[in-house]
């Protein structure tokens, strides 16, 4: 069951194929028994209860803040949907975990060595150029220069899902950017309780923070006092996480938020040290920007 499968998972992963093949359970929820907030975008701040945003700006119940989240409605329309998905249906899609399969286009990256070269990469192709072209459109992404692009599917029929987790701190920077395609679909927000060293996020935190959140996480309790943060992503819509949301919470997709096809178009950039003025900028950094700006068909 750990050893890698035809489905795609591997170790502890497992989708509705892997899990019907081998006789095992699927993952649990790992929020059931806390408390569940679902963000407003009207006022950023997350709220007891569900579909709050209807109840905006007269809210009942408690809230909590919740920076470092910007939801952009309507963000592509269907026309500039239906672009986007036949593009990718006309690339072959690769084998991912949990049901997901996907298309990754950027340089090839070890988190654990940290170590990053070109690789195969040549740029993106064509018939995405006008979604980054609208990105930077965004008053929060007018300077965002897109280094990786990987659009990842979710279908019901494998019980596709993601697992909590943080975009690696050490290359990616600090924008982490969703188009959501297709369907509606909800983003699970979980505190963070584990070692700075994990998705390298001692890079991102100076010592003070690291040893007071590394004191932190070592309280359970404490941090158990922290809310499950529910973001819905409607369909055309725009994604950005930044901040605390970005390097303080882990986020997932569940399968049960899964209820029809879902394609997600996640973006990511540098960290400043592969940008101009960097340490890594002319060793390594150039040339990938420069490989960044080639679309291809």
Not at 86 to 109: V, Y
Not at 184 to 210: A, I
Request: net charge negative; aromatic share 14%.
């Amino acid at each position: 069951m750990f050893m890698p499968r035809p489905c795609g998972c591997k170790g502890i992963r497992t989708c509705l194929i892997c899990e019907r093949e081998f006789d095992v359970e699927p993952p649990g929820k790992h929020y059931e028994n806390k408390n569940k907030y679902e963000y407003c975008y009207l006022c950023e701040k997350a709220w007891e209860g569900i579909n709050v945003t209807s109840n905006h700006p007269h809210h009942l119940g408690l809230s909590y803040d919740f920076p470092g989240v910007q939801l952009v409605l309507d963000f592509i329309t269907q026309d500039e949907e239906k672009e986007l998905v036949d593009g990718c249906d006309s690339i072959s899609w690769d084998l991912s975990q949990s049901g997901r399969r996907k298309q990754n286009f950027g340089p090839k990256t070890n988190f654990k060595k940290r170590r990053i070269n070109a690789g195969s990469f040549y740029g993106f192709p064509a018939f995405s150029k006008f979604a980054q072209e609208k990105l930077r459109k965004e008053k929060i992404l007018s300077d965002f220069q897109t280094i990786e692009q990987c659009a990842i599917e979710y279908r019901v029929e494998t019980g596709a899902c993601i697992d909590p987790h943080i975009d690696d701190s050490w290359v990616w920077g600090e924008r982490v950017i969703s188009v959501n395609l297709l369907s509606d679909s909800v983003l699970t927000m979980t505190k963070y309780t584990g070692s700075m060293e994990r998705y390298n996020l001692n890079y991102f935190f100076s010592t003070e923070t690291t040893k007071e959140s590394q004191r932190q996480n070592e309280n359970l309790d404490e941090q158990d006092q922290f809310p499950i943060v529910r973001i819905p992503m409607p369909r055309y819509s725009l994604l950005v996480l930044y901040g605390s949301a970005r390097y303080e919470w882990e986020h997932a997709i569940y399968r049960s938020d899964i209820k029809e096809r879902r394609i997600c178009m996640a973006y990511r950039e540098f960290t400043p040290e592969y940008l101009q003025g960097g340490k890594n900028y002319a060793s390594i950094g150039q040339e990938i920007i420069s490989k960044a700006q080639s679309f291809w068909s």
